[in-house]
C-alpha cells in the first residue's frame, strides 16, 4: 500500500515545522509541489527550500505540479470551490499514481497547518472517494499564521476561559457574532477589516509572517486601521501578493 501525508510546513520560517513533519519529508519518496504560477514564486521558493533542509533522502524526487486556477469571476463562491477542488482530485490522482508505487511514500505540503482553511486534506478525501487509487492517508501538522500572529505579537489568541472564533474575510466583512469578542480573521482579501466598526475593539495584524518580510501593526483599531490597510497595499504592490491575518479583540467585554 501507499501512504499519502499532509505535511504542514509553517507559514514562511523553515523553523515553524515539526519533528514528525522532517521524519515524514526524510523518509518521502516523492514530494508534490504545486505552482500557483509567477506571482507567487516566492512561495513555491519556499517550499524548496525546505524541501533543500529537510530531504535526506538521494532518491526522493520533487515533482512539481501546475495547480488549477479557481473561478474567481464565478457568482456562486461553493460552486467554484468544487468545481477547483474536483480539478485538483484529477491531478493528484494523477501525481500518486504515476509517481508513486507500492509501499512508498509521497507527501503534499500544506502551508501553515493543514486543518486550518487548507484544502489538501478535502481534495486527497475526493482522490480516495474516485476509488481508482488507493493510499493510507496520514496528516503532519505545522505552524498556522495564527499561531505565528499570537507569538509574534507575544499575547494569547484565547483569554481566560472564553472561546475565540477562527473566520474568513468574508465572512467577517457581515459583521462579528455578536457573542464573539476575540475574532481571528484569514483570507481577508482587504476590505473586511476595513468596513467593520472598530469601536471598542484591539486589531492585532501580521502579514508575511515568519518570514524575513514580516509586518506587524497593533492598536486600537480605531487608530491602526488606516495604517495597515496602507502598509497591506503598499506591500502588495511591491511583493505581487500579500497574505496576511488578524486578532480582532473587544476591549470591554466582561
Ligand atoms: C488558504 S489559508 C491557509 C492557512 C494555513 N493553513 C495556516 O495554517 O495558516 C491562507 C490564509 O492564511 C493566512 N496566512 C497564511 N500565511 C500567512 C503568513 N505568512 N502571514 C500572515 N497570514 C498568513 C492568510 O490569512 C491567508 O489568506
Same mark, same amino acid.
Given at each position: 500500500m501507499r501512504t499519502v501525508s499532509i505535511v504542514g510546513i509553517g507559514t514562511g520560517n523553515p523553523e515553524h515545522i515539526t519533528v514528525q513533519a522532517i521524519r515524514v519529508l526524510g523518509e518521502a519518496d516523492a514530494v508534490f509541489m504545486m505552482d500557483k504560477g509567477e506571482v507567487t514564486r516566492d512561495l513555491l521558493e519556499y517550499r524548496q527550500a525546505i524541501c533543500d533542509r @529537510? *530531504? #535526506? %533522502?538521494? %532518491?526522493c524526487r520533487i515533482v512539481t505540479a501546475a495547480d488549477p486556477e479557481r !473561478? $474567481? #469571476?464565478?457568482? /456562486? @463562491?461553493r460552486p467554484a470551490v468544487a468545481d477547483w477542488r474536483a480539478h485538483r482530485a484529477e491531478v493528484y490522482e494523477r501525481l500518486i499514481s504515476a509517481e508513486l508505487g507500492d509501499g512508498q511514500n509521497g507527501v503534499f505540503l500544506a502551508w501553515g497547518d493543514p486543518a486550518i482553511y487548507d484544502s489538501t486534506v478535502h481534495v486527497l478525501d475526493e482522490v480516495l472517494a474516485r476509488g481508482s487509487v488507493s493510499f493510507d492517508l496520514c496528516m503532519v501538522p505545522g505552524i498556522s499564521s495564527i499561531q505565528a500572529l499570537a507569538a509574534q505579537h507575544k *499575547? %494569547? &489568541? =484565547? $483569554? =481566560?476561559g472564553r472561546p475565540v472564533h477562527l473566520t474568513t474575510g468574508r465572512l467577517a466583512a457581515q459583521g462579528l457574532p455578536g457573542c464573539a469578542d476575540d475574532v481571528a480573521v484569514m483570507l481577508d482579501a482587504g476590505g473586511a477589516l476595513a468596513s467593520l466598526d472598530g469601536a471598542g475593539l484591539d486589531v492585532y495584524w501580521g502579514a508575511y &509572517?515568519? %518570514? /524575513? !518580510?514580516e509586518i506587524l501593526i497593533s492598536g486600537p483599531a480605531g487608530e491602526v486601521t488606516q495604517q495597515i490597510t496602507a502598509a497591506r497595499q503598499a506591500a502588495r504592490e511591491q511583493r505581487g501578493w500579500i497574505m496576511d491575518t488578524y486578532l480582532l479583540r473587544r476591549r470591554d467585554s466582561t
Open positions: @529537510y *530531504i #535526506t %533522502s538521494p %532518491s !473561478d $474567481r #469571476t464565478a457568482a /456562486a @463562491y *499575547i %494569547s &489568541l =484565547t $483569554r =481566560t &509572517l515568519g %518570514s /524575513a !518580510d
